[in-house]
């Protein structure tokens, strides 16, 4: 079942391919930066100063007598910074013995970047790389296990790809799209290729550090949307869902959906995970609703400009028509009137222009 579902993910990112590029928006993994369920994606937030707060609960089976086991439950947490749009930092704590391990990441090349250009360079995909569990916990698993025996995971290192796809028309680049569906696809080493000495029986479908995965984004509303994604992390299949409003955020997860019930001879089992979190930004704690409001100017500014700008071009159309209009006219007459559209065509066309260029220049509210 866990294939069909990362199979009918994948399908829809390839039907929405030739939609425009968007801006993506991604929220903390399980332990880590953010990604998808367990992956990282070439995403950072885009305004510098963003801080995100992230509590994770996976449930275990105490009966499990390889890989991860516990009374019931095992809690995690995590928190990162965004740092010039282009880098995220962060730190995680990993159940009641409060262990934990850095991580950061820098984002190489933004999709958006792209956004305003033509030929291969518009669609080239978000492109970072990064590093999870920096410090001293080199025996910690893929389920954030501390001290296991046979496991060298510090520093755990990655290079990962990003592209997002509207499904369907968006008002201009980088805007929200109703739908949107993303595509990932990555490798490293450690966390995502290294079995310590469980060997086979560490995952059913170990790639060797390989990992990739989907994900469909519902707007919901102005300050909702809704997520689905489908992931294979390097060891199994992951799937889950992650509702956000203005900076909320539940999530549910199925974890190593194919591994079935724990056993005697397998360190992978079918798991329930579930997290809640918060993302804000410093800048706005420090100054109150002022980047609200200086948001609701810039789309105020930006829908002026829109109407200016299909204003214009419905004149600019208007003496095109005259322009053919006065074929009939007498030589003298004609040469006159052509004469003045030509020139009031031309200051149009130049304030179009204009008006264009400063719509291009300003980036989309985030």
Known sequence: MSRRIVLGVLVLGVLAAPAAAQRATFTPTLYWDSG???TPAAWVAPLG???SFHATRVQLDS???????????SYNFSVSASLWGRAEVGASVFTSDLKG????????????????RTGLVHWLPSMAVGMRNVGNESGLTRWAEPGTAGFNTSPTLYAVATRTFAMGP?????????????LNLGAGNGLFSDKGSAGAAYAKHATGGFFGGAKVDFATSRFSTLALMAEHNGWDFNVGAVYEVRGLRVAAYLLEADAGSPSATSWSYRKAAFSIGWQTNVLALARGNKMEERVAQMERERDQL???IRAGEA????????????????????????????????????ALKRLQERLNARKPPL
């Open 63 to 73: 009966t499990a007598r390889l890989g991860p086991k516990g009374s019931g439950q």
């Open 101 to 116: 391990g850095l991580f950061a990441k820098g984002l190489l090349w933004d999709q958006m970047d792209g956004a305003f």
């Open 36 to 38: 998808l369920i367990d």
């Open 49 to 51: 100063g963003d801080l």
């Open 170 to 182: 968006v008002s201009e680049p980088g805007a929200r799209g109703a739908t949107q569906v993303t």
């Open 306 to 308: 829109m109407r200016e």
């Open 315 to 350: 004149r600019v159309s208007a003496f095109e028509l005259q322009l053919r209009s006065v074929e009939g006219a007498t030589e003298a007459d004609r040469r006159a009137q052509r004469e003045l559209l030509e020139q009031k065509l031309k200051e149009e066309q130049d």
